[in-house]
């Protein structure tokens, strides 16, 4: 059932259709929009034009640079200065679409794209705050009525309009949408009573599936904007291969062309590949999502030559995945799995295929088509101006944000206290240069430093003038840089923040120290800590913990941030 409106608004529309069969897609529309047309007419008494109801021919576009603009369908729209709803009789209960198409312009006083309004209906709330501002968006919903009229109201918002396009309503297939799904928490089960968005729909490695190649009429869109790193990643087609079989997938699921096409891991002929291809979603925070993976084997020669794991986020949903395993050892079967995500805290949602390779099969891994719906919260809701966050998601979004935020101090921190160090280096240099000695881990230079007698092997100029926690400090680094292996070496940045550290603790003025600074006081080094435990000390100019230098000598740049208010150094 499609309509496309035109004139002034009007409070109430009564629609009646007869589904053809169990269930009627807007194939079967066109005979029936006639009757409509001069049914409504009739009881309306409205002028000629004022009311018009048109063919859908079904091109429902989920993105608004997918839409033609100059469509019949976005030439006319009914403006609504108050509440008004459209009823549909619903003579067969189950889950259907309603498709609703928006493209704001200007007439006469009216202007479009500053309208603001709700959707509704009886049970769920479709939209709110909605408002479109310039290109053509279609809504896609999907409900299972079980009473005998569908009723979708329109609310504009204090002192606005609201205004509507076109509207679909079709009959969904019963097995389309089932009752069950996987959570990260197990099964999960209650999908039929629940309103869904389709939020994103898309054929992986192929191009754009129009209506006209989809039994149910959908429009499937391309990948490639999605992929986070499209190097990884190539396109496989083998259309003519797709075979439907029981247990699997059916046309209605998703068409040949979809399950024809994959977007497939670039390997390169590669056998220690080792790297997942990955797509990144927007969506609401705030919502639990059905995520709907299409799967089709048309890569392989034979069977069991293609394992791979299949993940939402970081969770593993499907571990060294066996499409021939799943569908009676077919080759190239259409298949689906569902699965419900927890509730998002992010407003990105991330797809990814990896390998799997214990089973001694060249890497690789497939996916064919995607589909996200977004299901209705706690209060019914499918909008995001009511999205629900629970006191969980509420901490992990604050910390996200400490965290940034923090880094971000951090980083400036660093920064200063890098120049700061350069620019006293340079100043040192110029006061007086020194002479070193060179250090050796395996000779007697590094028992010296072991045993605390540093004294003997530095410059004899600075004995008796450089303060002993400082040159320990120098000690220490200068040992770890002349590691035997490359993993256990500091960074520069380590190096640098450690004799930045050893210069403080040399013009530091500490109360209560004594004025002795012989270097045979300096004790035996301290070895690796890595445990950082709950340290609260904080770093000063001009006072320090000296009893707490050794404490983290061996700390690496991972650390960096958390040491920014520690005294010990690094």
Known sequence: MSLATQGPSISKAVIKLKPAGAWCSARFAHNICLFLFFALKSLQNLQKG?????????????????????SPLYQTARVFTGSSKYTFSIHQSGRHWIRLYFYPFVYKSYNMSVANFAVSTQDHVL?????????????????????????????PSANSTAFLNAIEVVSVPDALIIDDAISPAGKFQGLLPMALETVWRVNMGGPIVTPNNDTLWRTWIPDQKFLVQ???????SNIAAVTYVPGGATQDTAPQTVYGTATVMNSTNDPNSNFNVSWEFNVDIGFEYLVRFHFCDIVSDSLNQLYFSVYIDPWIVVQGLDLSALLNNVLAAAYYMDYVTETTVSNKLRISVGPYTLKGAFPNAILNGLEIMKLNNSKG?????DAVINSSSKKNVSVMVGTIIGAFIALVLAGILFMLFRKRRRLA??????????????????????????????????????RPDSLRKFGETAEKCLADFGVDRPSMGDVLWN????LQLQEAVIDGDPEENSTNLIGELSPQVNNFGDSNTSISATQFEVSAVDDLSGVSMSRVFSQLVKSEGR
């Open 499 to 502: 004799l930045e550290y050893a």
């Open 429 to 466: 240099r110029q006061r007086l240069s020194k002479t070193w000695i060179p250090l050796s881990t395996n000779g007697g230079n590094s028992q010296s430093m072991k045993r605390g007698q540093l004294d003997q092997i530095i410059d004899s100029s600075l004995v008796g003038k450089i």
């Open 381 to 385: 809701s499918l909008s995001a101006a």
């Open 230 to 236: 499209p190097n990884a990643a190539k396109n496989a």
């Open 127 to 155: 939209l709110s705050n909605f408002s479109v501002t310039s290109s053509a968006v279609v809504k896609e919903f999907s409900l299972n009525v079980i009473s005998n009229d569908l009723v979708i109201t329109f609310t």
């Open 50 to 70: 004022t009311l018009k109801f048109a063919f859908c021919t079904g091109i429902t576009r989920l993105e608004a640079h997918m839409i033609l603009k100059d």
